[in-house]
Protein backbone atom coordinates (compact mmCIF):
# COMPACT_ATOMS: atom_id res chain seq x y z
CA UNK A 1 0.00 0.00 0.00
CA UNK A 2 2.87 2.73 1.07
CA UNK A 3 4.92 2.31 -2.02
CA UNK A 4 1.53 3.03 -4.45
CA UNK A 5 1.29 6.37 -3.17
CA UNK A 6 2.94 9.44 -4.17
CA UNK A 7 5.14 10.75 -1.58
CA UNK A 8 7.03 14.33 -0.85
CA UNK A 9 10.30 14.44 0.75
CA UNK A 10 9.77 16.39 4.55
CA UNK A 11 12.07 17.31 7.69
CA UNK A 12 11.05 15.80 10.91
CA UNK A 13 11.86 16.09 14.92
CA UNK A 14 11.73 12.08 15.48
CA UNK A 15 11.57 10.62 19.30
CA UNK A 16 13.25 7.28 18.34
CA UNK A 17 13.19 5.97 22.35
CA UNK A 18 12.32 7.10 25.59
CA UNK A 19 13.55 10.18 27.06
CA UNK A 20 15.74 10.72 23.38
CA UNK A 21 16.59 14.07 22.69
CA UNK A 22 14.60 14.80 19.22
CA UNK A 23 16.60 14.22 16.00
CA UNK A 24 15.79 16.49 12.97
CA UNK A 25 15.90 13.09 10.09
CA UNK A 26 15.26 13.82 6.48
CA UNK A 27 11.53 11.54 6.06
CA UNK A 28 8.54 11.06 3.25
CA UNK A 29 5.03 11.85 3.55
CA UNK A 30 2.34 10.51 1.74
CA UNK A 31 -0.64 12.65 -0.15
CA UNK A 32 -3.95 13.00 1.40
CA UNK A 33 -7.22 10.35 0.93
CA UNK A 34 -10.19 10.09 1.90
CA UNK A 35 -11.32 13.29 4.41
CA UNK A 36 -7.59 14.14 4.82
CA UNK A 37 -5.58 17.38 4.41
CA UNK A 38 -1.77 17.96 3.71
CA UNK A 39 -0.24 21.11 5.52
CA UNK A 40 2.24 23.25 5.28
CA UNK A 41 3.62 23.58 8.71
CA UNK A 42 4.35 27.41 9.40
CA UNK A 43 4.89 26.96 12.92
CA UNK A 44 4.04 24.37 15.63
CA UNK A 45 4.16 25.08 19.55
CA UNK A 46 5.35 22.39 22.43
CA UNK A 47 3.18 21.27 24.66
CA UNK A 48 4.19 19.49 27.94
CA UNK A 49 2.38 16.66 26.60
CA UNK A 50 4.95 16.05 24.21
CA UNK A 51 7.60 15.61 26.45
CA UNK A 52 5.41 13.18 28.88
CA UNK A 53 5.14 11.41 25.81
CA UNK A 54 8.62 11.66 24.44
CA UNK A 55 9.17 10.22 28.25
CA UNK A 56 6.62 7.53 27.93
CA UNK A 57 4.17 8.44 30.92
CA UNK A 58 1.69 7.55 28.13
CA UNK A 59 2.58 4.13 26.13
CA UNK A 60 2.94 6.22 22.17
CA UNK A 61 5.41 3.62 19.89
CA UNK A 62 8.32 4.86 19.07
CA UNK A 63 9.93 5.73 17.35
CA UNK A 64 7.64 8.48 16.53
CA UNK A 65 6.80 12.31 15.09
CA UNK A 66 5.16 14.29 17.56
CA UNK A 67 3.94 17.73 17.87
CA UNK A 68 0.12 18.52 18.61
CA UNK A 69 -0.18 22.35 18.18
CA UNK A 70 0.55 22.64 14.47
CA UNK A 71 -1.07 25.89 11.77
CA UNK A 72 -0.06 26.30 8.77
CA UNK A 73 -1.47 26.36 5.11
CA UNK A 74 -3.46 23.41 3.18
CA UNK A 75 -1.45 22.19 0.48
CA UNK A 76 -3.76 19.24 -1.18
CA UNK A 77 -6.76 17.92 -0.03
CA UNK A 78 -8.54 14.20 -0.11
CA UNK A 79 -11.23 13.96 -2.50
CA UNK A 80 -14.04 13.53 0.30
CA UNK A 81 -12.90 17.17 1.81
CA UNK A 82 -15.39 19.45 1.47
CA UNK A 83 -15.17 22.30 3.84
CA UNK A 84 -11.69 22.85 3.02
CA UNK A 85 -9.51 24.39 0.35
CA UNK A 86 -6.10 24.27 -0.92
CA UNK A 87 -4.24 28.02 0.38
CA UNK A 88 -6.75 28.13 3.60
CA UNK A 89 -4.71 28.67 7.20
CA UNK A 90 -5.55 26.02 9.26
CA UNK A 91 -4.61 25.11 13.42
CA UNK A 92 -4.56 21.67 13.62
CA UNK A 93 -6.09 20.01 16.88
CA UNK A 94 -7.07 17.02 18.33
CA UNK A 95 -8.82 14.04 16.48
CA UNK A 96 -12.43 12.52 17.08
CA UNK A 97 -14.12 10.03 15.34
CA UNK A 98 -17.33 12.07 14.69
CA UNK A 99 -19.88 9.11 15.02
CA UNK A 100 -19.48 7.74 18.27
CA UNK A 101 -22.10 8.41 21.45
CA UNK A 102 -20.05 10.74 22.95
CA UNK A 103 -19.35 12.56 19.81
CA UNK A 104 -22.65 12.44 18.50
CA UNK A 105 -23.62 14.19 22.06
CA UNK A 106 -21.28 16.79 21.35
CA UNK A 107 -18.65 15.28 23.90
CA UNK A 108 -16.05 15.52 21.37
CA UNK A 109 -13.00 15.32 23.71
CA UNK A 110 -14.59 11.99 25.09
CA UNK A 111 -14.56 10.46 21.84
CA UNK A 112 -14.55 6.43 22.37
CA UNK A 113 -11.48 6.53 19.62
CA UNK A 114 -10.01 9.09 21.58
CA UNK A 115 -6.82 7.56 22.99
CA UNK A 116 -6.01 5.50 19.14
CA UNK A 117 -6.85 9.01 17.35
CA UNK A 118 -4.23 10.38 19.18
CA UNK A 119 -1.91 8.52 20.77
CA UNK A 120 -2.17 5.31 18.58
CA UNK A 121 0.51 6.42 16.01
CA UNK A 122 -1.40 5.13 12.75
CA UNK A 123 -4.42 6.28 11.00
CA UNK A 124 -7.62 4.60 10.74
CA UNK A 125 -6.42 1.99 8.91
CA UNK A 126 -3.85 1.37 11.17
CA UNK A 127 -1.62 2.40 8.39
CA UNK A 128 1.43 5.53 8.66
CA UNK A 129 1.56 8.36 6.39
CA UNK A 130 5.37 9.06 7.46
CA UNK A 131 8.18 6.56 6.44
CA UNK A 132 11.82 6.52 5.89
CA UNK A 133 12.71 6.69 2.30
CA UNK A 134 13.30 2.74 2.70
CA UNK A 135 9.16 2.66 3.10
CA UNK A 136 9.62 1.96 6.49
CA UNK A 137 6.70 3.18 8.63
CA UNK A 138 7.09 5.79 11.07
CA UNK A 139 4.66 6.60 13.97
CA UNK A 140 3.12 9.72 13.17
CA UNK A 141 -1.10 10.91 13.50
CA UNK A 142 -0.55 11.94 17.02
CA UNK A 143 -3.03 13.96 18.02
CA UNK A 144 -4.21 13.59 13.89
CA UNK A 145 -1.24 15.57 13.24
CA UNK A 146 2.21 14.92 14.07
CA UNK A 147 3.45 18.51 13.50
CA UNK A 148 7.08 18.52 14.33
CA UNK A 149 7.77 18.37 10.75
CA UNK A 150 7.43 20.35 7.44
CA UNK A 151 4.31 18.85 5.97
CA UNK A 152 1.84 17.39 8.45
CA UNK A 153 -1.49 14.70 7.11
CA UNK A 154 -4.17 15.89 9.48
CA UNK A 155 -8.19 15.51 8.82
CA UNK A 156 -10.95 17.72 7.71
CA UNK A 157 -12.55 17.53 11.43
CA UNK A 158 -9.38 18.36 13.07
CA UNK A 159 -8.07 21.40 11.00
CA UNK A 160 -9.73 24.18 12.05
CA UNK A 161 -9.89 27.37 9.68
CA UNK A 162 -8.99 31.03 10.78
CA UNK A 163 -8.81 34.27 9.24
CA UNK A 164 -5.80 34.90 7.51
CA UNK A 165 -5.50 38.51 8.86
CA UNK A 166 -3.49 37.01 12.02
CA UNK A 167 0.12 35.67 11.89
CA UNK A 168 0.00 31.44 11.68
CA UNK A 169 2.98 31.78 13.67
CA UNK A 170 1.44 32.35 16.91
CA UNK A 171 -1.82 30.75 16.50
CA UNK A 172 -0.57 26.59 16.56
CA UNK A 173 -1.05 26.75 20.87
CA UNK A 174 -4.10 27.71 20.40
CA UNK A 175 -4.75 23.65 19.25
CA UNK A 176 -3.97 22.30 22.84
CA UNK A 177 -2.62 24.07 25.77
CA UNK A 178 -4.07 27.30 25.34
CA UNK A 179 -7.83 26.39 24.31
CA UNK A 180 -7.53 24.28 26.87
CA UNK A 181 -6.69 26.55 29.74
CA UNK A 182 -9.09 28.94 27.84
CA UNK A 183 -12.07 26.02 27.58
CA UNK A 184 -11.65 24.70 31.05
CA UNK A 185 -12.94 28.02 32.49
CA UNK A 186 -14.99 29.15 29.79
CA UNK A 187 -16.92 25.95 28.84
CA UNK A 188 -16.20 23.17 31.77
CA UNK A 189 -16.59 25.05 34.90
CA UNK A 190 -18.37 28.01 33.64
CA UNK A 191 -16.71 30.98 35.32
CA UNK A 192 -19.23 33.56 36.71
CA UNK A 193 -18.62 37.32 36.74
CA UNK A 194 -17.99 38.79 40.08
CA UNK A 195 -16.46 35.01 41.56
CA UNK A 196 -13.15 33.96 42.64
CA UNK A 197 -10.78 31.78 40.13
CA UNK A 198 -7.48 30.00 40.95
CA UNK A 199 -4.96 28.50 38.78
CA UNK A 200 -2.64 25.84 40.29
CA UNK A 201 0.43 26.08 38.20
CA UNK A 202 0.93 29.21 35.87
CA UNK A 203 2.71 27.60 32.71
CA UNK A 204 1.31 27.83 29.26
CA UNK A 205 -2.60 25.89 30.75
CA UNK A 206 -2.87 27.64 33.73
CA UNK A 207 -2.05 31.35 32.42
CA UNK A 208 -4.77 30.91 29.40
CA UNK A 209 -6.72 30.02 31.97
CA UNK A 210 -5.92 33.50 33.56
CA UNK A 211 -6.88 35.14 30.58
CA UNK A 212 -10.44 33.47 30.11
CA UNK A 213 -10.80 34.12 34.23
CA UNK A 214 -10.33 37.82 32.90
CA UNK A 215 -12.52 37.46 29.90
CA UNK A 216 -15.49 35.87 32.30
CA UNK A 217 -15.34 38.89 34.77
CA UNK A 218 -14.19 36.93 37.62
CA UNK A 219 -13.13 39.68 40.16
CA UNK A 220 -10.79 37.71 42.37
CA UNK A 221 -7.92 35.58 40.24
CA UNK A 222 -5.54 33.63 41.90
CA UNK A 223 -2.12 32.25 40.32
CA UNK A 224 -0.30 29.35 42.51
CA UNK A 225 3.49 28.34 40.92
CA UNK A 226 6.63 27.80 42.58
CA UNK A 227 8.55 29.34 40.30
CA UNK A 228 8.78 33.47 40.34
CA UNK A 229 9.03 34.61 37.29
CA UNK A 230 5.86 32.61 36.38
CA UNK A 231 4.07 33.87 38.75
CA UNK A 232 5.68 37.22 37.73
CA UNK A 233 4.05 37.13 34.04
CA UNK A 234 0.55 35.66 36.27
CA UNK A 235 0.33 39.15 37.44
CA UNK A 236 1.12 40.47 33.89
CA UNK A 237 -1.60 38.23 32.54
CA UNK A 238 -4.74 39.37 35.21
CA UNK A 239 -3.99 37.34 38.39
CA UNK A 240 -4.83 39.73 41.07
CA UNK A 241 -2.88 37.29 43.62
CA UNK A 242 0.04 35.46 43.36
CA UNK A 243 1.38 32.30 45.66
CA UNK A 244 4.45 31.10 45.71
CA UNK A 245 3.35 27.48 47.71
CA UNK A 246 7.09 26.60 48.14
CA UNK A 247 7.61 30.01 50.10
CA UNK A 248 3.79 30.33 52.01
CA UNK A 249 1.15 27.78 52.50
CA UNK A 250 -0.86 27.73 49.90
CA UNK A 251 -4.11 26.65 51.33
CA UNK A 252 -4.08 29.21 54.17
CA UNK A 253 -3.41 32.31 52.24
CA UNK A 254 -6.04 30.97 49.08
CA UNK A 255 -8.84 31.01 52.40
CA UNK A 256 -7.53 34.72 53.45
CA UNK A 257 -8.03 35.93 50.22
CA UNK A 258 -11.09 34.22 49.52
CA UNK A 259 -12.67 34.77 52.65
CA UNK A 260 -13.18 30.99 53.19
CA UNK A 261 -12.13 29.16 49.98
CA UNK A 262 -12.42 30.18 45.66
CA UNK A 263 -14.90 29.20 43.94
CA UNK A 264 -13.21 27.85 40.56
CA UNK A 265 -10.50 26.27 40.02
CA UNK A 266 -8.42 24.09 37.63
CA UNK A 267 -4.91 22.50 38.31
CA UNK A 268 -2.44 22.23 36.07
CA UNK A 269 0.52 20.56 37.57
CA UNK A 270 -0.15 17.02 37.48
CA UNK A 271 1.35 16.57 40.78
CA UNK A 272 -1.45 14.63 43.22
CA UNK A 273 -0.70 16.43 46.65
CA UNK A 274 -1.78 19.29 44.59
CA UNK A 275 -5.11 18.22 43.31
CA UNK A 276 -5.92 17.36 47.59
CA UNK A 277 -5.05 21.12 48.15
CA UNK A 278 -7.20 21.95 45.44
CA UNK A 279 -10.09 20.02 47.03
CA UNK A 280 -9.18 21.44 50.64
CA UNK A 281 -8.97 25.24 49.16
CA UNK A 282 -11.90 25.30 47.54
CA UNK A 283 -15.28 26.85 49.02
CA UNK A 284 -19.03 25.79 49.64
CA UNK A 285 -20.08 24.88 46.22
CA UNK A 286 -16.82 25.08 45.10
CA UNK A 287 -16.11 23.44 41.30
CA UNK A 288 -11.81 22.38 40.88
CA UNK A 289 -11.28 21.15 37.34
CA UNK A 290 -8.33 18.48 36.75
CA UNK A 291 -6.36 18.89 33.79
CA UNK A 292 -2.61 18.22 34.29
CA UNK A 293 -1.64 14.58 33.09
CA UNK A 294 0.67 12.79 35.57
CA UNK A 295 1.77 9.22 34.56
CA UNK A 296 -0.87 6.45 34.41
CA UNK A 297 -2.32 4.82 37.71
CA UNK A 298 -1.11 7.97 39.92
CA UNK A 299 -4.01 8.56 42.43
CA UNK A 300 -5.12 11.60 44.24
CA UNK A 301 -6.52 11.98 48.64
CA UNK A 302 -9.27 14.32 49.61
CA UNK A 303 -11.26 14.02 52.25
CA UNK A 304 -14.82 12.81 51.74
CA UNK A 305 -16.47 14.42 54.01
CA UNK A 306 -15.24 17.90 53.65
CA UNK A 307 -16.32 17.23 49.91
CA UNK A 308 -19.71 16.66 50.53
CA UNK A 309 -20.60 18.77 53.67
CA UNK A 310 -19.60 21.85 51.24
CA UNK A 311 -21.35 20.56 47.83
CA UNK A 312 -17.66 20.69 46.30
CA UNK A 313 -17.17 19.09 42.35
CA UNK A 314 -14.06 17.78 41.45
CA UNK A 315 -14.29 17.08 37.60
CA UNK A 316 -11.75 15.85 34.64
CA UNK A 317 -11.56 17.94 31.74
CA UNK A 318 -9.78 17.04 28.11
CA UNK A 319 -9.05 19.56 25.69
CA UNK A 320 -11.11 22.51 28.04
CA UNK A 321 -14.41 20.55 26.42
CA UNK A 322 -13.86 22.52 23.14
CA UNK A 323 -15.11 22.35 19.84
CA UNK A 324 -12.45 23.49 18.33
CA UNK A 325 -14.10 24.64 15.01
CA UNK A 326 -16.34 26.47 16.84
CA UNK A 327 -13.92 27.78 19.91
CA UNK A 328 -10.58 28.39 18.52
CA UNK A 329 -12.01 31.06 16.15
CA UNK A 330 -14.13 32.91 18.97
CA UNK A 331 -10.32 32.92 20.80
CA UNK A 332 -8.63 34.15 17.78
CA UNK A 333 -11.30 37.06 17.84
CA UNK A 334 -10.62 37.53 21.05
CA UNK A 335 -7.11 38.23 20.55
CA UNK A 336 -7.90 40.60 17.65
CA UNK A 337 -10.03 42.95 20.32
CA UNK A 338 -6.75 42.75 23.01
CA UNK A 339 -8.93 40.70 24.95
CA UNK A 340 -6.85 37.58 24.95
CA UNK A 341 -3.05 38.38 24.61
CA UNK A 342 -1.82 34.80 24.21
CA UNK A 343 0.97 35.65 21.81
CA UNK A 344 2.84 37.08 25.48
CA UNK A 345 3.32 33.35 26.23
CA UNK A 346 5.04 32.71 23.38
CA UNK A 347 8.78 32.30 22.79
CA UNK A 348 9.93 30.80 19.21
CA UNK A 349 12.89 28.88 18.68
CA UNK A 350 14.12 27.25 14.99
CA UNK A 351 13.04 23.48 14.52
CA UNK A 352 17.42 23.05 14.81
CA UNK A 353 16.61 24.31 18.50
CA UNK A 354 13.54 21.67 19.57
CA UNK A 355 16.09 20.10 22.23
CA UNK A 356 16.33 23.49 23.73
CA UNK A 357 12.90 24.74 23.38
CA UNK A 358 12.28 21.09 25.63
CA UNK A 359 14.98 21.94 27.93
CA UNK A 360 13.96 25.86 28.25
CA UNK A 361 10.17 24.63 28.98
CA UNK A 362 10.89 21.90 31.48
CA UNK A 363 12.91 24.55 33.55
CA UNK A 364 10.95 27.35 33.56
CA UNK A 365 12.44 29.98 31.22
CA UNK A 366 10.02 29.52 28.57
CA UNK A 367 6.61 29.09 29.11
CA UNK A 368 5.22 28.33 25.41
CA UNK A 369 7.90 27.11 22.92
CA UNK A 370 6.66 27.56 19.47
CA UNK A 371 8.89 26.19 17.12
CA UNK A 372 9.30 28.28 13.39
CA UNK A 373 9.08 25.57 10.77
CA UNK A 374 8.28 27.01 7.22
P1 LIG B 1 3.83 23.72 32.19
O1 LIG B 1 4.98 22.83 32.56
O2 LIG B 1 4.08 24.92 31.35
O3 LIG B 1 3.05 24.20 33.52
C1 LIG B 1 3.00 23.50 34.72
C2 LIG B 1 3.27 24.51 35.85
O4 LIG B 1 3.08 23.86 37.11
C3 LIG B 1 4.68 25.08 35.85
O5 LIG B 1 4.66 26.50 35.82
C4 LIG B 1 5.30 24.54 37.14
O6 LIG B 1 6.25 25.45 37.71
C5 LIG B 1 4.06 24.38 38.01
N1 LIG B 1 4.24 23.46 39.13
C6 LIG B 1 4.92 22.28 39.14
N2 LIG B 1 4.85 21.74 40.38
C7 LIG B 1 4.11 22.58 41.14
C8 LIG B 1 3.69 22.58 42.50
N3 LIG B 1 4.02 21.58 43.33
N4 LIG B 1 2.94 23.62 42.96
C9 LIG B 1 2.61 24.63 42.13
N5 LIG B 1 2.98 24.69 40.81
C10 LIG B 1 3.73 23.68 40.33
O7 LIG B 1 2.79 22.77 31.47
P2 LIG B 1 1.49 23.19 30.60
O8 LIG B 1 1.84 23.15 29.17
O9 LIG B 1 0.86 24.39 31.21
O10 LIG B 1 0.59 21.90 30.89
C11 LIG B 1 0.11 21.65 32.19
C12 LIG B 1 -0.36 20.22 32.33
O11 LIG B 1 -1.54 20.03 31.59
C13 LIG B 1 0.61 19.16 31.83
O12 LIG B 1 0.56 18.05 32.72
C14 LIG B 1 0.06 18.78 30.46
O13 LIG B 1 0.46 17.49 30.08
C15 LIG B 1 -1.41 18.88 30.76
N6 LIG B 1 -2.29 19.10 29.61
C16 LIG B 1 -3.50 18.51 29.70
C17 LIG B 1 -4.43 18.74 28.70
C18 LIG B 1 -5.78 18.13 28.82
O14 LIG B 1 -6.49 18.07 27.82
N7 LIG B 1 -6.20 17.70 29.99
C19 LIG B 1 -4.11 19.55 27.60
C20 LIG B 1 -2.87 20.19 27.57
C21 LIG B 1 -1.96 19.97 28.60
Not at 121 to 131: E, L, P, T, Y
Not at 198 to 209: K, R
Amino acid sequence: MLNELSYREIYAAVTECKGADFKIQKLKIREPIGDEVLVKIVATGMCHTDLIVRDQYYPVPLPAVLGHEGAGIIEAIGPQVKSLSVGDHVVLSYGYCGSCTHCLSGNLTYCEEAFVRNFGGKDQNGCNAICTHDHVGVNDHFFSQSSFATYAISRENNAVKVCKDVPLEILGPLGCGIQTGAGTVINALNVRPGSSFLTWGAGAVGLSAVLAAKVCGATTIIAVDIVESRLALAKEMGATHVVNSKEQNPIEVIKQITNGGVNFALESTGRPEVISNGVEALGTLGKIAVVGAPRLGVKAEFDVNNLLLNGKTIMGVIEGNCNSKWFIPQLVELYKQGRFPFDKLIKFYSLDDINQAALDSERGITLKPVIRIA
